[in-house]
């Protein structure tokens, strides 16, 4: 019981920094956080547009190739030293059928979700896991002329931007403001 006495403030120290680290690891792994929701206009319009690229009934498929009027997806597969890589070549008739999807329809921090579900819930044709967003406190984040994070990362990180004429270009985001 003496020792408990004499130790006490220093036992309580421990059980107070052991509890923070435990909630601080939670907080950034495990524990979701939602920010915002897609708005209802963003959504509508994708799955608006996906539902007409294949309401058509002429796609071909293949397991590495698709085609029909509005697009031509061809996926290849390479292998450097111990690596294997995918690339998928993707022709589009219009911008418009280039899309985004969030987990849950969440911005936000550890929100999961299968790539595979995303895509079904939105009819996409092909989907590819992107940019990771949810592991930064910084960077710029804009999706569908959404700016869902304003922050740069005070460095010489690029990105990539892909415009609604469905060019891409890689910037400094020390170069730029969101």
Known sequence: MKFLKRHAYALLFT???MGA?????????VIPSA???VSANTTSSTT?????????????KTDTTYKDDNMDIKITTG??????YYVADIKLSS?????????QNTYGTNLTETTSSIAQQNNAIFAI??????????????????????TDRNSDYED???????????????????
């Not at 608006?48 to 071909?60: D, L, N, Q, R």
Request: aromatic share 14%; proline share 0%; no cysteine.
């Open 15 to 17: 059980l107070f920094l």
């Open 21 to 29: 680290n435990v909630y601080s690891l939670l907080k950034v792994f």
């Open 35 to 37: 920010v915002s929701t």
């Open 48 to 60: 608006a547009s996906s539902t007409a690229s294949t309401s058509t009934g002429k796609g071909t």
């Open 79 to 84: 292998k450097t030293s111990d690596t294997t």
């Open 95 to 103: 911008a418009d059928y280039l899309k985004m999807a969030l987990a």
């Open 129 to 150: 896991n992107a940019d990771y967003y949810g592991a930064n406190q910084s960077g710029y984040v804009i999706k569908n002329g959404q700016v869902y994070r304003d």
């Open 160 to 178: 990539l931007a892909v415009y609604s004429d469905g060019s891409f270009k890689t910037f400094k985001e020390s170069d730029t403001t969101a």
